[in-house]
């Protein structure tokens, strides 16, 4: 049906197509707000304005959804597909704001569905945003109010090219008839209840009120904590106690945000020419549940992986094209150089330094800073792995952000607190020769106006990125299951830490890093780089890298990983054409196809990406390395060694998948595997397909080079029983380098000695290690053996040869 639009809006039309260039959020409304298009859909705005109306039917002609314009015909009645929830806002009561246009028509709604019980009407809210600028402490203003003509004819003037379509999920006036019945108050409480939303909704969007920075300073230095670290500062350091204050707004001004929504509006714009320039595409995923928490008031904590530096700007560029305020994000002090630095606090970011030990003037301050962020609703940003990661793999999180986050909750926040695990991925990481410098040994060269300006010119084809939001934390809750008793704690002058606040911590450390990876990225090029590494000489041709790709996709596809990660929806075909177009391989052609491989260095620098999805992959390529391994086993003992192996792999991977699934899992493994051709099952017995072998075998060595860590660290154990935690690490490190080098083992976290460290505690943790320090010998024993049954025979001889002389050494 056409939409019917009088003369004056078509002359209102005109001006606005030239002045507003607005965007939409969900920008598919349809599937991240669950609409359905097949029911009837009315728009409800916060306010009568026919330029919102407009601004509305411009921006959703793309979207499949019906023009506000096109009538609504239900039971033969005829009804407009749009209202205005607010009524003259100057009156006194709440009821008064609202609307009796909005009223009766949700009236006569609500009337139909008692009618007909298969109608199903969905009411969408409609926020149409001008600016997002925040309000100033000092000159607060009403979230939600009406526009007179002139100030209409101003926000569009002055904010038409920043304007925001916010549409939010429906709401079913089944349900409602339903569950609440049909009379004119159910009719009511609907508007007020939009009210409300709409006021959240514009709370969102453009943040709490901003404060001057100086005020905000004065109101710190004048609080009871700080107050308190200024006077014991003055009486340690033997100095008087202005110069202990002046030391102490000096660290304050090191270290807070100066917020500036004009940089954000215009960061926006560059960073939008600049992932167009050097990426074809970001990919974002979840937001929506972001979106909600924003919505109803949660104090959101922003934990993302840190792969590099543009990690920062990309989340806050993210978040604010998604319609949500850019965090507060905390940053390096190793960042704060010039330009940058002012640059990126404007942006919103605050700088910490890398140890607060021995300064507890800094630690106080900084602590209170955060809270004073938390107590004022602001979102915040940190990076628990505390740096970038050289691997490609998550480090070991660092727990002092999240505990001072804790520990501000304890101060008193009256709003609920959620962390949002935040996985960020790339096609390409623009510091990765230099990451694999490092690790070679080449110290890490400190940030710089060169540095950048070098990175700038390097900026080309990236590929994609990706960000994807993880399943949200929500501290209050799991504070109530870890630390039933912490409400008792709440004390709004209390900075000390509570005996429960370290394992608690360490804990949510672990979770948060597990969701990150539960909500990984699958990529065109992270998945030819696991196939071509898997292949002893880093080649192969079109056809089986082909059907590699098919493998992994459909392991991935069948075999749930969790709900958060995502993998691309074409075939292997287009995604080996799209990573061809990066520029990674070498790519040779003969008489019978064509050869990708990668060259030495490629090899090197492709481990990165592997390791981004390595964990994805962890429990398919050890079902396919015991199965090649063996060649034939029953279904019972597969599982009983996947569950002993399985522990290292978890602890080391930061893999969600809870020990007693693992035999629920194993068995769809071997079912998918089996759908592949690559097993057969007769009964209980696996074995292998041995007319199509390859892909199991390429599956099987993902985790290859683990499985060789493993056996190294477990041997030396029984070698020396009393070996200790140093010793363990330091010896295993030597052996996996000579091990590297004798088969050509490129990746850098081979070696790692950090590596080798989490192996120590997992082996105390499963008891291998016993409380009092010896060795477990038997059951080292049995894991040894199972170890060395699951890699090839070269390689166990080099490792027993290692481990001989190494024996010898000691006596």
């Known amino acids: 049906?056409?939409?019917?639009?009088?003369?004056?809006?078509?002359?209102?039309?005109?001006?606005?197509?030239?002045?507003?260039?607005?965007?939409?959020?969900?920008?598919?409304?349809?599937?991240?707000?669950?609409?359905?298009?097949?029911?009837?859909?009315?728009?409800?705005?916060?306010?009568?304005?026919?330029?919102?109306?407009?601004?509305?039917?411009?921006?959703?002609?793309?979207?499949?959804?019906?023009?506000?314009?096109?009538?609504?015909?239900?039971?033969?009645?005829?009804?407009?597909?749009?209202?205005?929830?607010?009524?003259?806002?100057?009156?006194?009561?709440?009821d008064q704001y609202i609307s009796q246009h909005s009223v009766s028509l949700f009236s006569q709604l609500l009337e139909l569905h008692k009618l007909d019980s298969e109608l199903d009407v969905q009411v969408v809210p409609v926020a149409i945003l001008w600016g997002r600028k925040p309000d100033k402490e000092n000159r607060p203003k009403p979230y939600l109010e009406a526009l007179n003509?002139?100030?209409?004819?101003?926000?569009?003037?002055?904010?038409?090219?920043?304007?925001?379509?916010?549409?939010?999920?429906?709401?079913s006036l089944r349900y409602m008839a339903d569950a609440h019945g049909t009379d004119k108050k159910i009719a009511q409480k609907l508007a007020r209840v939009a009210r409300i939303h709409f006021s959240r909704q514009k709370l969102a969007a453009s943040g709490p009120s901003l404060p001057n920075r100086q005020e905000l300073f004065e109101r710190l230095i004048r609080s009871q904590t700080i107050n308190l670290a200024i006077q014991e500062e003055s009486r340690i350091k033997n100095i008087s106690t202005e110069q202990a204050e002046k030391e102490a707004r000096k660290i304050l001004d090191e270290i807070a945000a100066d917020f500036s929504y004009s940089l954000v509006k215009k960061g926006e714009r560059v960073l939008g020419w600049l992932w167009n320039r050097i990426y074809q595409g970001i990919q974002v995923s979840n937001a929506s549940t972001v979106r909600r928490l924003a919505q109803e008031g949660h104090e959101i904590v922003y934990v993302p992986c840190h792969r590099s530096h543009m990690d920062y700007l990309l989340l806050s560029y993210v978040l604010y094209k998604e319609g949500m305020v850019p965090p507060?994000?905390?940053?390096?002090?190793?960042?704060?150089?010039?330009?940058?630095?002012?640059?990126?606090?404007?942006?919103?970011?605050?700088?910490?330094?890398?140890?607060?030990?021995?300064?507890?003037?800094?630690?106080?301050?900084?602590?209170?800073?955060?809270?004073?962020?938390?107590?004022?609703?602001?979102?915040?940003?940190?990076?628990?792995?505390?740096?970038?990661?050289?691997?490609?793999?998550?480090?070991?999180?660092?727990?002092?952000?999240?505990?001072?986050?804790?520990?501000?909750?304890?101060?008193g926040l009256h709003r609920p607190v959620t962390l949002v695990p935040v996985y960020i991925g790339y096609e390409h990481v623009m510091e990765v020769s230099s990451y694999a410098k490092e690790l070679r040994g080449k110290n890490k060269e400190k940030e710089n106006v060169g540095l950048v300006l070098r990175t700038i010119k390097k900026l080309r084809n990236f590929g994609q990125g990706y960000v994807n939001f993880g399943e949200p934390i929500s501290l209050n809750v799991y504070l109530n299951e870890h630390a039933p008793n912490w409400m008792d704690?709440?004390?709004?002058?209390?900075?000390?830490?509570?005996?429960?606040?370290?394992?608690?911590?360490?804990?949510?450390?672990?979770?948060?890093?597990?969701?990150?990876?539960?909500?990984?990225?699958?990529?065109?090029?992270?998945?030819?780089?696991?196939?071509?590494?898997?292949?002893?000489?880093?080649?192969?041709?079109?056809?089986?890298?082909?059907?590699?790709?098919?493998?992994?996709?459909?392991?991935?596809?069948?075999?749930?990983?969790?709900?958060?990660?995502?993998?691309?929806?074409?075939?292997?075909?287009?995604?080996?054409?799209?990573?061809?177009?990066?520029?990674?391989?070498?790519?040779?052609?003969?008489?019978?196809?064509?050869?990708?491989?990668?060259?030495?260095?490629?090899?090197?620098?492709?481990?990165?990406?592997?390791?981004n999805i390595i964990h994805l992959l962890a429990l398919p390529s050890l079902v396919a390395q015991l199965i090649v391994q063996h060649q034939k086993l029953s279904l019972s003992d597969l599982q009983q060694h996947v569950r002993t192996i399985y522990p290292f792999l978890q602890q080391e991977l930061f893999i969600s998948i809870a020990p007693e699934q693992i035999d629920a899992w194993v068995g769809n493994c071997i079912a998918e595997l089996k759908q592949q051709h690559?097993?057969?099952?007769?009964?209980?017995?696996?074995?292998?397909?041995?007319?199509?072998?390859?892909?199991?075998?390429?599956?099987?060595?993902?985790?290859?080079?683990?499985?060789?860590?493993?056996?190294?660290?477990?041997?030396?154990?029984?070698?020396?029983?009393?070996?200790?935690?140093?010793?363990?690490?330091?010896?295993?490190?030597e052996i996996a380098q000579r091990l590297g080098r004798l088969h050509g083992i490129n990746a850098p976290e081979f070696f790692d000695k950090k590596v080798f460290s989490v192996l120590f505690m997992t082996l105390k943790q499963q008891h291998y290690i016993k409380a009092d320090g010896q060795c477990d010998i038997e059951k080292s024993q049995n894991l040894a053996e199972l170890l060395y049954i699951s890699l090839n025979s070269e390689v166990r001889l080099s490792i027993q040869e290692s481990l001989y002389q190494y024996s010898q050494s000691q006596r």
């Not at 639009?5 to 039309?13: A, D, E, G, T």
């Not at 429960?500 to 360490?506: M, Q």
């Open 1 to 94: 049906m056409a939409s019917r639009q009088s003369f004056p809006l078509k002359l209102l039309k005109m001006p606005l197509s030239l002045l507003v260039k607005g965007s939409i959020v969900p920008s598919k409304p349809i599937a991240d707000a669950n609409i359905d298009p097949n029911k009837p859909i009315i728009y409800v705005f916060p306010f009568r304005s026919n330029a919102d109306v407009l601004t509305l039917d411009k921006q959703i002609r793309t979207a499949g959804l019906p023009s506000p314009y096109d009538p609504l015909e239900i039971q033969g009645k005829s009804f407009r597909r749009y209202g205005f929830i607010g009524a003259n806002p100057s009156a006194s009561s709440d």
């Open 149 to 171: 003509p002139f100030q209409k004819f101003k926000a569009v003037l002055l904010s038409g090219r920043d304007c925001l379509v916010r549409i939010s999920s429906p709401v």
């Open 328 to 411: 507060h994000i905390a940053a390096g002090i190793n960042l704060n150089f010039f330009p940058a630095g002012p640059i990126f606090r404007k942006g919103g970011a605050f700088f910490l330094r890398r140890s607060f030990k021995g300064n507890k003037l800094y630690s106080t301050i900084f602590r209170e800073y955060l809270a004073e962020l938390f107590s004022k609703g602001y979102s915040v940003e940190f990076f628990s792995e505390g740096g970038r990661s050289r691997t490609g793999r998550l480090l070991e999180a660092k727990t002092g952000m999240l505990a001072m986050t804790i520990q501000a909750m304890l101060r």
């Open 489 to 611: 704690d709440v004390d709004p002058n209390n900075v000390e830490k509570p005996l429960w606040l370290t394992p608690v911590v360490n804990q949510l450390a672990s979770n948060v890093m597990t969701r990150i990876n539960d909500a990984a990225a699958v990529n065109a090029l992270n998945l030819c780089a696991t196939a071509l590494l898997a292949s002893r000489q880093r080649a192969l041709s079109r056809n089986t890298l082909m059907s590699q790709l098919d493998c992994y996709l459909s392991l991935l596809k069948n075999v749930p990983f969790s709900s958060t990660y995502t993998v691309p929806n074409e075939d292997a075909e287009a995604l080996l054409s799209h990573a061809q177009s990066l520029n990674k391989f070498v790519i040779e052609k003969d008489s019978l196809g064509t050869i990708f491989s990668l060259d030495r260095r490629q090899s090197i620098l492709m481990t990165y990406y592997r390791n």
């Open 678 to 733: 690559l097993v057969n099952q007769r009964l209980e017995t696996i074995s292998i397909n041995k007319a199509n072998t390859q892909p199991l075998v390429l599956l099987g060595r993902t985790i290859s080079e683990m499985l060789q860590r493993y056996a190294i660290a477990v041997n030396i154990l029984i070698s020396n029983p009393k070996v200790t935690r140093s010793d363990l690490e330091s010896k295993s490190q």
